[in-house]
Antibody
Framework: EVQLVESGGGLVQPGGSLRLSCAAS????????MNWVRQAPGKGLEWVSY????????YYADSVKGRFTISRDNAKNSLYLQMNSLRAEDTAVYYC????????????WGQGILVTVSS | DIQMTQSPSTLSASVGDRVTIICRAS??????LAWYQQKPGKAPKLLIY???TLESGVPSRFSGSGSGTEFTLTISSLQPDDFATYYC??????FGQGTKVEIK
């Protein structure tokens, strides 16, 4: 069974940092592109970042560029999101999503992890 | 950046109704368009990718069409489980603002 499990969320003060992890199981993690998507309370979905299978190609939304860093460890079947200089507007549920090459969509998503940025 | 606009934002319908949601892209995106269903407190669920390909396990009452800049998601006969919010998404990933399908 395909599973994606996010961890590392919580309450952080403005300007602080958090590192999210997404543990993958039930499939060959090294064969899939991965994304982070977030959803602010009561709002729609917002794509955050993309990483290719090899990790060599990375994209970020303008709203997080320069503050967030996506990475992956294919040996550990894990995806990461290092979030620095956090702002109140980064408060959201963060999802990791698997993206099979060639369909340009996320076919499996984690359950989401809440990040709250507040003093 | 390409913007995605969905209409309507909210749709009131009854069980058995045929429902259509429209998604427009600010510039052509070929057929790189996906549709998701999301229920409160849950992760999005992929329904359709490449504009018209039904994801495995998704009921056949869901269908997608379109190319270029205008796309539609159709539910042929709305079921109680279908009341949810629907999002379109283009590649590279940008989402529409969502369409909430609620009970009339």
């Amino acid at each position: 069974e395909v599973q994606l499990v996010e961890s590392g969320g919580g309450l952080v003060q403005p300007g602080g940092s958090l590192r999210l992890s997404c543990a993958a199981s039930g499939f060959t993690f090294s064969g899939y592109e991965m994304n982070w998507v977030r959803q602010a309370p009561g709002k729609g979905l917002e794509w955050v970042s993309y990483i290719s299978i090899s990790g060599f190609t990375i994209y970020y939304a303008d709203s997080v560029k320069g503050r967030f860093t996506i990475s992956r460890d294919n040996a550990k079947n894990s995806l990461y999101l290092q979030m620095n200089s956090l702002r109140a507007e980064d408060t959201a549920v963060y999802y990791c999503a698997r993206a099979p090459t060639g369909i340009a969509a996320g076919d499996y998503w984690g359950q989401g992890i809440l990040v709250t940025v507040s003093s | 950046d390409i913007q995605m606009t969905q209409s309507p934002s909210t749709l009131s319908a009854s069980v058995g109704d045929r429902v259509t949601i429209i998604c427009r892209a600010s510039q052509t995106i070929s057929s790189w368009l996906a549709w998701y269903q999301q229920k409160p407190g849950k992760a999005p669920k992929l329904l359709i990718y490449k504009a018209s390909t039904l994801e495995s396990g998704v009921p056949s009452r869901f269908s997608g069409s379109g190319s270029g800049t205008e796309f539609t998601l159709t539910i042929s006969s709305l079921q109680p489980d279908d009341f949810a919010t629907y999002y379109c998404q283009q590649y590279p990933w940008t989402f529409g603002q969502g369409t909430k399908v609620e009970i009339k």
